[in-house]
């Protein structure tokens, strides 16, 4: 295992000539901890982060709304990855079915509240970082309390109400929504900019009476898919807030896990939206 002292001198040798790097970033480089140099690593070598985009993750606060299948892999990796607050909000107890997907527990914490025993576990990940668990489900004024505190929301939800509620909230404050859902060997992902004009939003997709009848506990769901579907949300999330690569938003990306084929379809910001349109006031 490498020291600090060792690492850092590595690092620097490696990344001193790079032509791009202006005296304010190089400075950062010198004052940031040994032991974020080290567990960050990975991610500050590469250019498209570097030290400017960690520390853009350090500094930002992300909302998780669910922490199943899709919100355990989520909350995993951004924890790992150094975001600096997370706020983990579920309100539903562990159980035992629950193991075979949500990387979050175990069989010691069976029948515990979700958000608290995932707070221990992304405690013990990275405990660097700040976590907020909240143990309710929250109405549409504490929803847009609480989004207006972050800088993105993970929708891993599988309620049409609260996912509506997000959405809006998302479309007021001009907040970013990383959406996912998973269901038998099927998954999909779509990235709203709802801080920018030219994004749909959930709505644009998605109609009240859109609501799917079939649920997880009714028609199974392969527990791998979610971790895939859940990483990619994870993917997008970092790539928003460090503002690495390119968000596809208003992308819906399919994945059927049966056949290993991967779909993508453009949806359109709707004018006539009632929460996002041109046409229609919002909200």
């Not at 791009?20 to 250019?47: A, F, G, P, T, V």
């Not at 853009?56 to 355990?72: E, K, P, Q, Y």
């Not at 951004?78 to 909000?89: C, D, P, T």
């Not at 069976?110 to 309710?136: G, V, W, Y």
């Amino acid at each position: 295992m490498w020291s600090g002292r060792t690492f850092r001198n590595t690092i620097v040798k490696a990344i001193r000539p790079n032509p791009c790097w202006n005296e304010i970033i190089w400075h950062r480089c010198i004052k940031m901890d040994d032991e974020l140099l080290l567990r960050y690593n990975r991610q500050i070598m590469m250019s498209e982060i570097d030290f400017t985009g960690q520390e853009r993750i350090i500094n930002s606060t992300v909302l998780i709304v669910g922490l199943g299948g899709l919100g355990s892999p989520v909350a995993m990796y951004l924890a790992g990855s150094g975001v600096g607050h997370l706020i983990l909000n579920d309100y539903d107890s562990v159980d035992l079915s629950n193991l075979q997907r949500q990387i979050l527990y175990t069989s010691e914490t069976i029948d515990e509240i979700k958000a608290e025993a995932a707070k221990r576990t992304l405690h013990a990940l990275n405990p660097e970082i700040r976590l907020t668990s909240i143990n309710k489900k929250l109405n549409d004024s504490e929803i847009f309390e609480v989004v207006k505190t972050a800088d993105v929301v993970v929708d891993a939800t599988d309620n049409f109400d609260i996912r509506f509620a997000l959405n809006r909230a998302c479309v007021k404050t001009k907040t970013p929504m990383v959406s996912g859902a998973a269901i038998r060997m099927e998954g999909h992902l779509i990235v709203y900019r709802t801080d920018r004009d030219d994004s749909p939003c959930f709505r644009c997709l998605y109609r009240p009476e859109d609501e799917p009848q079939e649920r997880c506990s009714e028609t199974g769901v392969l527990g791998s898919l979610c971790g895939m579907i859940g990483s990619l949300q994870a993917t997008e999330v970092i790539k928003i807030i460090a503002d690495a690569g390119q968000t596809r938003y208003g992308m819906l990306v399919l994945y059927d896990a049966a056949r290993s084929e991967w779909q993508e379809v453009r949806i359109p910001k709707d004018v006539q939206c009632p929460v996002c349109g041109t046409i229609n006031s919002h909200m």
